[in-house]
């Protein structure tokens, strides 16, 4: 029976876990691997769990925290912008005002900002990058990040805002 209900943990969350991996770390592999981490924490883990969150919000915030590690290990690479079927995300188009419409140079613009943007993501510090990947890409509300992160709302907003900041530094040539 438990091994059902392990089962049944892992078939409801892998993809979650997966694809905020994915997210922010742009490695299918290194997300494969904190996907398995994940899992292996929740199965050792599980008995001490206490039901002060949703079972999918702790198994988020080990993913998420296994995912930033791995970020301060290795190289930075570039945030992908792209969902799991390789289109650009509407919150990210939307949250960026890019269109394409029917305008060929307008595609490529949007394109190059994409790039600029993706790799400005990357270099945001770790924190920054969490909450506004969490926020601004995910969709997730302000509460649920400081839950995830283990954070104060107030801490959350101010990391928010600080990350928006750096990447309209960053991103500020490509202003129409």
């Known amino acids: 029976c438990d091994q059902k209900a392990l089962a049944q ?3 409801e969350n892998e993809r979650l876990v997966y694809n905020t991996a994915l997210r922010l770390l742009a490695d299918p592999v290194e997300a494969e691997c904190v996907l398995q981490e994940t899992f292996l924490k ?12 949703s ?9 998420t925290n ?3 590690m791995r970020l ?14 390789g289109h650009v995300s509407q919150a990210a188009m939307e949250s960026f005002n890019l269109s394409v419409g029917n305008n060929p140079l ?7 900002l994409r ?11 770790d924190k920054f990058r969490s909450v506004f990947v969490l926020k601004d890409i995910d969709g997730y509300s302000l509460k649920e990040i400081a839950k995830m992160l283990r954070m104060s709302l107030p ?4 990391n928010l805002h600080r990350a928006r900041l750096f990447l309209r530094d960053r991103l500020a040539g490509f202003h129409r």
């Open 106 to 112: 307008q595609a490529v613009m949007n394109d190059e």
């Open 72 to 85: 301060r290990v290795n190289k930075r690479r570039p945030q992908s912008l792209e969902n799991e079927e």
């Open 42 to 53: 929740v199965l050792q883990a599980l008995p001490e769990f206490k039901a002060q969150s």
């Open 9 to 11: 943990i892992i078939k």
């Open 55 to 63: 079972l999918s919000t702790w198994i988020y915030r080990i993913a």
């Open 155 to 158: 801490a959350v907003k101010s």
């Open 115 to 125: 790039k600029a943007m993706e790799q400005a993501i990357a270099d945001l510090p």
């Open 66 to 68: 296994y995912a930033l």
